[in-house]
């Protein structure tokens, strides 16, 4: 693309990469994690990691603030005066998950890991996408490192069945009809938070 210059060449070379990444999941050919690494690349790819982190540090306490239910808060500072062991388990990325759980004071995060090359994001995921089967794994590896601990877990979506079905005390929040529809054939409760 001689005469345009290098961030326009950069975009649109994004938006086929992109583009070409979603034709693909849509035909099977690929899976959500390529498809996140996909979309990562498309738009940060090169960012710097001063760049990230000042935009982590803008948009953490704005989600916080405004983003997180009152009930959810109420629930993560119970575990705390009962002394539990706080684990945040997400399928985003470490670009902003691990200052999530520093503001909420989680003791440990799980997310799924992107690459850099020296201090420029690569966009490459270093783990698989922590979700569905993935963070059920994860989950049973925690269940391996802290054995006899009754085990709470909470999820959104009904790909959060895979390990919700595992903890002890499992919560489905605010999730779809079809999400509700197969916690209950699980036995798996439900709740709306506010």
Not at 33 to 56: C, M, N, P, Y
Not at 64 to 89: N, P, Q, T, Y
Request: contains cysteine.
């Amino acid at each position: 693309m001689l005469g345009y210059p290098a961030s326009l060449v950069r975009k649109v070379r994004g938006l086929a990469l992109f583009t070409g990444s979603v034709a693909l999941f849509v035909l099977g050919r690929i899976g959500r994690g390529e498809l996140k690494s996909a979309f990562i690349r498309s738009v940060l790819s090169g960012a710097t990691r001063s760049r990230i982190d000042s935009w982590t540090a803008r948009f953490v306490p704005r989600l916080l603030d405004r983003g997180v239910f009152a009930d959810a808060i109420s629930r993560i500072a119970e575990h705390k005066r009962e002394g539990a062991r706080l684990v945040l388990m997400s399928a985003s990325t470490d670009l902003y998950v691990p200052a999530i759980g520093t503001r909420l004071g989680f003791d440990e995060v799980i997310c799924t890991g992107v690459s850099w090359n020296g201090d420029r994001l690569d966009g490459h995921l270093t783990t698989a996408n922590r979700r569905g089967a993935e963070k059920a794994r994860c989950f049973e590896e925690l269940r391996k490192q802290y054995p006899g601990v009754i085990t709470a877990a909470y999820g959104n979506a009904g790909s959060d069945l895979e390990h919700l079905r595992l903890a002890d005390r499992p919560l489905l929040v605010n999730g779809s009809a079809s999400a509700r529809g197969a916690a209950a054939q699980l036995g798996v409760p439900c709740t709306t938070w506010r």
